[in-house]
């Protein structure tokens, strides 16, 4: 498996990531600023998660707002659905249809409701887990403490004075980085790895693999680095400082997985440091299963999915996606759980704080609003089509009340003199194309009353 050691090279993904990327990088800037040293990583992710969650807040409250409005109108949709339950022609679909439609309409709601807020936060969310699921790639400070380079594209060159310029400059490199990322104690080390070190890679892309293979790594994956590249400890000693002292949050190094530290105690069970570190490993997934749940039970408070279409199947994912990242929690590196925890942290803070608000709202005020909005939508998109419907009614009534002005007499001799300009019409005109199109049917017509 491969991870994905410099930014994340998505079409959609990628830009996103870059721009939370650029976000969080100074947000680690302005710590290290504050502090006067170095930031803390931990730290910097969960300002990153309160800041993006207060932006996306808006559209949190306008999907709650939908929910409370689907509560109220799904008994009418019901209705319809059982009405025309097992009615499967094309009329019954049809009428269901405009049925469903005119109670949105009564709601002031569109069907696709909260879609547009899921599809602007999804991205978003997804491109925050690749940052925090590569630090260094995004974060300069951290990059660093691996990687000192000066130039771009062909003039890249990295210093000597930095642990990838020694790795690096050893010989046989790539044989022996790539044998070292497919060893067994680095696929435990740091789960997935990235074997596509190569000669055709640029100096500056081989770089960057290594950086990231060096942040993941465990301390036994560590030690086995040294005996690879023959590193003294003059040299990878203060790297790790560095590393730990960016990474630690609460006791536990970021870049780790819980599953390594409990693994790593019971091993060696008598070691009382080691069972520390597995407890506190322990609480990031089972924090992670508790946030989440209480913040989808917050969530849904004032919401009774059961009366909501695939109500029942939502339940059943509600239950479901806080025991899939309590599972994945063990695998992947703390800085991910830290992440999730802080989130489902937020969500229920803002959740609390909607519920309050929306509680005091009056659902036929906001009925009334709504179907406000859509009708100054309706008729400014609609304004050209009622032109049109106007001008069309206004030019049949004209012609109606030409006609009827008409006597019997005055309308077979216009009727005649229109005959005579079709006669006459260019063989190549529309209008003599229109004659042929006619003498076509009437002689069809005329065999047709013959043959009967």
Same mark, same amino acid.
């Given at each position: 498996?491969?991870?994905?050691?410099?930014?994340?090279?998505?079409?959609?993904?990628?830009?996103?990531?870059?721009?939370?990327?650029?976000?969080?990088?100074?947000?680690?800037?302005?710590?290290?600023?504050?502090?006067?040293?170095?930031?803390?990583?931990? $730290?910097?992710?969960?300002?990153?998660?309160?800041?993006?969650?207060?932006?996306?807040?808006?559209?949190?409250?306008?999907?709650?707002?939908?929910?409370?409005?689907?509560?109220? /109108?799904?008994?009418?949709?019901?209705?319809?659905?059982?009405?025309?339950?097992?009615?499967?022609?094309?009329?019954?679909?049809?009428?269901?249809?405009?049925?469903?439609?005119? $109670?949105?309409?009564?709601?002031?709601?569109?069907?696709?409701?909260?879609?547009?807020?899921?599809?602007?936060?999804?991205?978003?969310?997804?491109?925050?887990?690749?940052? =925090?699921?590569?630090?260094?790639?995004?974060?300069?400070?951290?990059?660093?403490?691996?990687?000192?380079?000066?130039?771009?594209?062909?003039?890249?060159?990295?210093?000597?004075?930095?642990?990838?310029? @020694?790795?690096? &400059?050893?010989?046989?490199?790539?044989?022996? /980085?790539?044998? =070292?990322?497919?060893?067994?104690?680095?696929?435990?080390?740091?789960?997935?790895?990235?074997?596509?070190?190569?000669?055709?890679?640029?100096?500056?892309?081989?770089?960057?693999?290594?950086?990231?293979?060096?942040?993941?790594?465990?301390?036994?994956?560590?030690?086995?680095?040294?005996?690879?590249?023959?590193?003294?400890?003059?040299? $990878?000693?203060?790297?790790?400082?560095?590393?730990?002292?960016?990474?630690?949050?609460?006791?536990?190094?970021?870049?780790?997985?819980?599953?390594?530290?409990?693994?790593?105690?019971?091993?060696?069970?008598?070691?009382?440091?080691?069972?520390?570190?597995?407890?506190?490993?322990?609480?990031?997934?089972?924090?992670?299963?508790?946030?989440?749940?209480?913040?989808?039970?917050?969530?849904?408070?004032?919401?009774?999915?059961?009366?909501?279409?695939?109500?029942?199947?939502?339940?059943?994912?509600?239950?479901?996606?806080?025991?899939?990242?309590?599972?994945?929690?063990?695998?992947?590196?703390?800085?991910?759980?830290?992440?999730?925890?802080? *989130?489902? $942290?937020?969500?229920?803070?803002? /959740?609390?704080? /909607?519920?309050?608000?929306?509680?005091?709202? &009056?659902?036929?005020?906001?009925?009334?609003?709504?179907?406000?909005?859509?009708?100054?939508?309706?008729?400014?998109?609609?304004?050209?089509?009622?032109?049109?419907?106007?001008?069309?009614?206004?030019?049949?009534? *004209?012609?109606?009340?030409? *006609?009827?002005?008409?006597?019997?007499?005055?309308?077979?001799?216009?009727?005649?003199?229109?005959?005579?300009?079709?006669?006459?019409?260019?063989?190549?005109?529309?209008?003599?194309?229109?004659?042929?199109?006619?003498? =076509?049917?009437?002689?069809?017509?005329?065999?047709?009353?013959?043959? @009967?």
């Amino acid at each position: 498996m491969d991870i994905v050691l410099t930014k994340y090279p998505g079409a959609i993904l990628g830009p996103i990531a870059w721009v939370l990327g650029i976000v969080m990088n100074g947000i680690y800037e302005f710590l290290c600023l504050i502090s006067g040293g170095e930031a803390n990583v931990g $730290v910097t992710i969960i300002i990153l998660t309160i800041i993006i969650y207060t932006a996306l807040y808006p559209l949190t409250y306008k999907q709650q707002k939908f929910s409370r409005l689907s509560q109220k /109108m799904n008994p009418e949709i019901k209705e319809i659905q059982a009405k025309y339950q097992g009615r499967r022609d094309q009329a019954s679909m049809q009428k269901m249809q405009e049925e469903t439609q005119a $109670v949105y309409q009564k709601y002031g709601v569109s069907p696709t409701g909260s879609c547009l807020q899921l599809l602007i936060q999804m991205p978003i969310l997804f491109a925050l887990y690749r940052v =925090f699921y590569n630090i260094p790639a995004y974060v300069n400070k951290v990059k660093e403490i691996f990687l000192i380079s000066t130039g771009t594209g062909a003039d890249f060159k990295v210093s000597m004075d930095c642990i990838v310029g @020694k790795i690096m &400059n050893t010989n046989g490199f790539l044989a022996k /980085m790539t044998g =070292f990322v497919t060893n067994e104690t680095v696929r435990k080390s740091i789960a997935q790895v990235n074997a596509n070190f190569a000669a055709t890679n640029t100096v500056e892309q081989n770089a960057n693999y290594v950086v990231d293979v060096l942040y993941k790594l465990n301390p036994d994956g560590r030690a086995l680095l040294e005996k690879t590249f023959s590193l003294t400890q003059s040299t $990878v000693q203060p790297v790790w400082d560095k590393l730990d002292h960016v990474n630690n949050f609460v006791g536990l190094n970021i870049s780790d997985t819980p599953w390594y530290h409990i693994t790593n105690w019971w091993n060696d069970k008598g070691n009382t440091v080691l069972l520390g570190l597995a407890i506190l490993a322990l609480l990031i997934p089972v924090l992670s299963y508790i946030t989440q749940m209480l913040s989808i039970k917050i969530g849904q408070a004032a919401i009774n999915n059961a009366d909501q279409p695939g109500g029942n199947s939502m339940k059943v994912m509600n239950l479901l996606m806080p025991l899939m990242s309590f599972v994945i929690c063990f695998s992947v590196p703390v800085g991910l759980g830290i992440y999730w925890i802080g *989130s489902a $942290v937020v969500r229920t803070v803002q /959740m609390l704080y /909607m519920n309050k608000k929306l509680d005091k709202i &009056n659902l036929e005020d906001l009925i009334a609003k709504n179907q406000e909005k859509q009708k100054k939508k309706r008729e400014k998109m609609g304004i050209r089509e009622d032109q049109i419907r106007s001008n069309a009614a206004l030019s049949t009534k *004209s012609n109606t009340e030409f *006609s009827s002005s008409l006597t019997e007499e005055q309308r077979e001799e216009l009727l005649s003199k229109a005959n005579e300009v079709k006669k006459q019409a260019r063989p190549d005109s529309m209008a003599a194309k229109a004659n042929l199109v006619k003498e =076509f049917n009437e002689r069809n017509n005329k065999q047709g009353e013959k043959d @009967k």
